[in-house]
């Protein structure tokens, strides 16, 4: 026999041949229950919390006979797939026929010979458990196939390694499966998914107690200890688990390796303990599919990464200018079209500021274009990292026309916004080779619902006439369109 001792259920109403029959099949090393009566052995497979191996039954016992049993047992999906060997006095060449019709797999004439009955139990067990195995492994397989298609579906890393810890636990029936992370030279391990609720993501977890995750990372191939208490592996390792106090009820445990970046790998671990099934070949199969699938996956979600990125860029060309890093024209208007939209349903003010570079032509005159590229990175640099907040937008409307999109903000607001705007440029010391510049700005406000306006251009032609007033007025000033004014 291999695996766990099998367990019998015998039932028959004469004391004498129960009695034979459990000793028997104690001696070969069978866990044996008995019952005199066929609903007796009944209750005895309501009450057994796993199902055993094979039934024993007498034909011809008082409340239910062997037949009736086994007629129930195949109308029930609990018990529907246990292995039944019937035995009779009877001579009735009828019942054999009829037993091995209703499902059973043997049938026995008394007197039987021992040595044969006991044949009989031992290739009956061994095909049973040869057939769960089977069934096992092709549950396994199917949702193993499951979770692959699964895995199809998932556009990061962290939503596929969430994904396979918690299906993979699941199929196996055990609470502990994780993915660990290694970067090479470390002698940490972190944790980047994990079925376990005390193993978060990010936890860095010491490898001088995880033996079995440093023996694979050395030599870079599976690890599989299927019996943890008696594994040389874990030898100097038990000692270490008592002297920090760390729980050890493991039972057995694989591991996984798999390659993520050039110095960084990963491991697919299972983990089951004492009171959880053993990790066989059907899990150590698993694993190794289900780690195939993440490097599939890795690289598709790698693939497609790359793919978000390069559209971003694109994007980033369509709506960024490339001078100043703010929104292009088109990008700036179409952000005020959808702002004043939000601002007339909500009641909610907004307001725009055109900033307009003074005596820009004579800065590209003086001191060449670079110059005057320069000037306006500049400004385009202090708009992106400190002049505005979140909800704000700044665009470059023109060669040096600015227009800063204010949602929620009044006119006042938007003209101390401007006059901030003025003062920090004209502190900024622009030098280019012998040549000191001193650059300003003129600012122009427009504000709805001051301005009753409906479209973007617009607020931006009002702001356009406040600028044009700042230009006239002798630049270097902020001007608030007249109607923003007077509220």
């Not at 009828?94 to 026995?108: H, I, Q």
């Not at 390659?259 to 671990?269: K, N, R």
């Amino acid at each position: 026999m291999n695996d766990s001792p099998a367990t019998v259920f015998v039932a028959d109403d004469n004391p004498s041949i129960l009695q034979g029959l459990d000793r028997a099949l104690k001696v070969t090393g069978y866990h044996v229950r008995t019952a005199v009566s066929g609903r007796g052995v009944l209750d005895l497979l309501e009450q057994a919390e796993t199902l055993p191996d094979l039934l024993l039954l007498d034909v011809m016992m008082p409340e239910m006979s062997g037949l009736e049993v086994l007629r129930s047992l195949r109308m029930d999906a609990r018990w529907v797939d246990i292995p039944v060997v019937l035995i009779t006095a009877t001579n009735d060449g009828a019942l054999p026929v009829s037993a091995l019709r209703d499902g059973a797999v043997d049938f026995l004439t008394k007197p039987f010979r021992l040595d044969e009955l006991l044949a009989r139990v031992e290739n009956h067990v061994r095909r049973n458990r040869d057939l769960r195995r089977a069934r096992e492994a092709a549950r396994m397989r199917l949702q193993a196939i499951d979770l692959i298609r699964e895995l199809n579906r998932v556009v990061t890393a962290d939503e596929m390694f969430h994904l396979v810890t918690s299906r993979t636990s699941e199929i196996l029936g055990v609470g502990r499966c994780s993915v660990l992370v290694v970067q090479q030279g470390e002698s940490v391990a972190r944790v980047a998914a994990s079925s376990e609720a005390e193993l978060t993501d990010g936890l860095e977890l010491d490898l001088a107690v995880y033996p079995e995750v440093r023996e694979a990372l050395m030599t870079g191939k599976p690890v599989m200890v299927g019996d943890v208490a008696t594994s040389p592996l874990f030898d100097g390792v038990r000692s270490e688990w008592e002297r920090r106090g760390l729980p050890h009820p493991l039972r057995s445990v694989i591991v996984v390796p798999f390659p993520i970046t050039e110095h960084v790998t990963g491991f697919f671990v299972e983990r089951s303990t004492i009171d959880e099934p053993e990790l066989g070949d059907d899990a150590a199969e698993l694993a190794q599919r289900v780690v195939e699938a993440i490097v599939q996956a890795c690289g598709r979600v790698q693939l497609f990464q790359k793919l978000v990125e390069q559209r971003k860029k694109l994007h980033d060309l369509a709506h960024t200018d490339e001078l100043t890093g703010c929104d292009t024209r088109r990008s700036i208007i179409s952000y005020l079209g959808r702002e004043l939209e939000n601002a007339r349903s909500s009641g909610q003010p907004l307001s725009i500021v055109i900033l307009d570079l003074d005596r820009f032509k004579e800065i590209n005159d003086t001191c060449g274009h670079l110059a005057g590229d320069a000037v306006l990175r500049g400004l385009g640099a202090w708009l992106g990292s400190e002049g505005l907040r979140a909800n704000d937008r700044a665009g470059r409307y023109g060669g040096d026309e600015f227009v800063i999109v204010l949602p929620e903000t009044t006119a006042a607001g938007a003209a101390a916004f401007a006059e901030r705007a003025r003062a920090h440029f004209t502190d900024l010391p622009f030098v280019f080779g012998d040549t000191r510049v001193r650059a300003s700005l003129s600012a122009g406000v427009a504000s709805w619902p001051e301005a009753d306006v409906t479209t973007a251009e617009e607020l931006i032609s009002l702001a356009d006439t406040a600028l044009y007033q700042a230009k006239q007025g002798g630049r270097d000033r902020t001007c608030v369109t007249p109607a923003a004014a007077a509220a």
